[in-house]
């Protein structure tokens, strides 16, 4: 089963949160909090995304894309920590 890496905002901390759930399951598991400071530029990404998702004229294909980026922007972040 494909796990799916989750991204939300805590915008009183200013930390990214990442979770992840398997495709299909209801279940979110948490992961992980980065820091603003840690990953500036991974923040605004996910700021982006959340972003997205608010706006009145959604386009899904456009979340999709940024979804991905932030995706391969944490696997970097991974990488370097």
């Known amino acids: 089963m494909n796990k799916n890496l989750l991204f939300a905002i805590d915008q009183d901390t200013e930390e990214v949160i990442v979770s992840d759930s398997s495709e299909g399951s209801n279940k979110i598991n948490f992961i992980e ?11 605004y990404a996910v700021l982006t995304l959340t972003s997205i998702t608010k706006s ?3 386009d899904a ?8 980026v932030c995706q391969m922007m944490y696997d970097k972040h991974k990488e370097s920590f």
């Open 33 to 43: 909090r980065i820091q603003r400071s840690d990953n500036e530029m991974f923040f």
């Open 56 to 58: 009145p004229d959604f």
């Open 61 to 68: 294909a456009i979340f999709k894309s940024m979804n991905k």
